[in-house]
Nanobody, 123 residues
């Protein structure tokens, strides 16, 4: 029903920046809250950031506040994650996520996932 394709991951030195992109299709993007999650080696998948269907509100995990910015361009069915001041502990596979219900923003409701893109931060 919904397809999500991430891009923009790679290798970066500590203190550097990356911008991830996620293109959605097969669903009404403008009615759907979007998010980013990540999974580091040996750890469970964790919430990183979310944005409401219209971009009015955003929310971040404490570990990335002040460094990461989520945004969206509804005309292009795309959500972004700008990551600044990257740290080695940010190393993970990053997943784009779409909410299961129109307009809703709750973290447990993100149920549709992209394939993931690897972000590696060297010290």
């Amino acid at each position: 029903q919904v397809q999500l394709v991430e891009s923009g991951g790679g290798l970066v030195q500590a203190g550097g920046s990356l911008r991830l992109s996620c293109v959605a299709s097969g669903r009404t993007f403008s009615r759907t809250a979007m998010g980013w999650f990540r999974q580091a080696p040996g750890k469970e998948r964790e919430f990183v950031a979310r944005i409401t269907y219209n971009g009015a509100l955003t929310d971040y995990a404490d570990s990335v506040k002040g460094r990461f910015t989520i945004s969206r361009d509804n005309a292009k069915n795309t959500v972004f994650l700008r990551m600044n001041s990257l740290k080695p502990e940010d190393t993970a596979v990053y997943y784009c996520a779409a909410h299961e219900s129109d307009f809703i923003y709750s973290v447990p409701g993100f149920k549709y996932w992209g394939q993931g893109t690897q972000v590696t931060v060297s010290s």
